[in-house]
Each structure stands twice: as structure tokens, then as C-alpha cells.
């Protein structure tokens, strides 16, 4: 793919959600006060920008070099068994086993203190809606969509294949940030919904609801939340820079040099 149609890619993704989130998130708001233009949507913006133009790409050759090197490792008899089942069950093997090494994995992150230095950029969003689920560092982004399609590359399945799965679970990634309160009930705990993940996203780093799809897994292992409003705020308890630059710089640095960093690049939230 070129560069002009990697931009014009981009520029139609970007139209599409907003032509799909801002009215929901209008006609249905979770904080009815919040702006469109709200605090930090500038570095959001550059964290879609940067997604979409380079270090989706960067991403997805990392995830390939790991799958050809697990074809090394996983014994093709074992995969020619796995694939004489039928598709839909191979399907419904791979979405449980995915989400159980989310859920895991998406834990840890908020329990492990290297883990958590990447994974807090993500939760350095102050106020949340569809463009601030696009806040993930390059590192963390590798982590999480590794464990998520790790499943998929023991079975020997293609990433081509899963195209359709990795494009429903990023659009769901986006509708659980946004700024929407929609009533299901006790659907909720089988479907998922904003309001789980924004108690997610509350400044207590240990909150809980680390399920990606369905929150079965919170509810099995005890970590399921949903009070019936929304938290008091979002964000991280620790200094951490305001703008794109800084957050991608300060966790790959030594913790003797993090605090010299937040504070040279604490600057307005709106600024990249």
C-alpha cells in the first residue's frame, strides 16, 4: 500500500467513526456535559494518526515474525487435528481462549509494575469517549493483540483469516470507551457495555472488568464492577506527561529519568 492510499485510508476510517460515535454519543451520553473538543482529544487525535499510519504496520510485522516462529514450535499433527474440526467450533474455541488470556493478560498489566508503565498511557486519558480508545503505546499494543490472537496462531490460522474477528473486536474497543450509557440490563453481563469499561478506566489502578468482549471472565474470577453511575474520574493517580511525544518516550526510559521527563513535557493536555 502506497502512502497517499494509506492517508486516504486513514481520512475515510476517521470520518466513518466520527459519523458513527459523535451522534451516539450525543443521543445517548454517559457524561452529558462533555464536549466534543473535550480535554486532551488533541493527543488522542495523534495517537489514531500514529495507529493508522505507522505503528499499526509496525504491529502487525512483529505479530507475523511471532507466528512464523511458533510454526517451528506447535507440531503439525497437532494443528491438522485442531483444523478437522468444524469452523464454528474452531471459532468458538479461539474467542474463549482469547478472552481468558486477555482477561489474564489485561490483569497483569495493572498488577505488573513493567507491564503497567506502557499499559498507563492507555489509562492517562482524563476524559473518555471513541477517539481516546485510540491511546495505546506501540509496546502495549503488541502485548495485547499478541495475547489476543496467540489462540489463533497455535491453531496455524492466518491473520488474513481473522480479519473479520480483529475488525469486530477493534470497533467493539471503541464503542466500550465511548461517551454512551445505553440501557440493556442484565445483558450487559454477557455483552459487555461503556459503563463496565469506564469503571475500568476509574484512577484506582486495580478497579477491575479486565474482560475484553464478554465480562464472563469478570464475573468468574471476581473482578466484575458496575456500580449504577459513572465514576467520579478517569485518568492515573501517578505524574505522567500531558502530550503524545512524552507519553511514547517516558516508559521506555530508567525510572531515575521518568520524573525528570513528566515534568519537561507536562504541557497543555491539548498539545501533541
Request: net charge negative; hydrophobic share 45%; charged share 20%.
Amino acid at each position: 500500500m502506497d502512502f497517499l492510499s494509506l492517508i486516504f485510508g486513514t481520512a475515510v476510517s476517521l470520518l466513518f467513526l466520527c459519523l458513527v460515535f459523535i451522534p451516539l454519543e450525543k443521543a445517548f451520553p454517559a457524561r452529558k456535559d462533555q464536549k466534543i473538543f473535550r480535554k486532551g482529544w488533541l493527543t488522542d487525535l495523534c495517537y489514531f494518526l500514529g495507529q493508522y499510519l505507522l505503528w499499526s504496520g509496525v504491529v502487525l510485522w512483529v505479530l507475523q515474525y511471532f507466528s512464523f516462529w511458533l510454526d517451528d514450535i506447535i507440531p503439525a499433527s497437532f494443528r491438522e487435528k485442531i483444523q478437522q474440526q468444524p469452523l464454528w467450533l474452531q471459532a468458538i474455541e479461539v474467542l474463549l481462549l482469547s478472552d481468558l488470556l486477555i482477561y489474564w493478560g489485561h490483569r497483569l498489566q495493572h498488577k505488573v509494575d513493567f507491564l503497567w508503565r506502557f499499559h498507563k498511557v492507555h489509562h492517562s486519558a482524563e476524559e473518555l469517549d471513541w477517539l481516546a480508545a485510540h491511546r495505546e503505546h506501540p509496546i502495549d499494543s503488541i502485548y495485547t493483540i499478541g495475547l489476543i490472537n496467540l489462540p489463533a496462531f497455535i491453531f496455524g490460522f492466518e491473520l488474513e483469516a481473522l480479519a473479520l474477528i480483529v475488525a469486530f473486536r477493534g470497533i467493539w474497543a471503541i464503542y466500550i470507551h465511548s461517551n454512551v450509557r445505553l440501557p440493556i440490563g442484565k445483558l450487559k453481563m454477557l455483552i459487555g457495555a461503556p459503563e463496565l469499561h469506564h469503571w475500568h478506566h476509574d484512577k484506582e489502578r486495580d478497579r477491575g472488568n479486565y474482560a475484553n468482549i464478554s465480562p464472563l471472565m469478570d464475573v468468574l474470577f471476581g473482578t466484575y464492577v458496575c456500580p449504577t453511575h459513572e465514576p467520579d474520574s478517569f485518568g492515573i493517580k501517578e505524574p505522567f506527561p500531558k502530550n503524545y511525544a512524552g507519553q511514547l518516550i517516558q516508559p521506555l526510559l530508567p525510572d531515575k529519568l521518568t520524573k525528570r521527563t513528566t515534568t519537561a513535557n507536562d504541557g497543555d493536555t491539548a498539545n501533541p
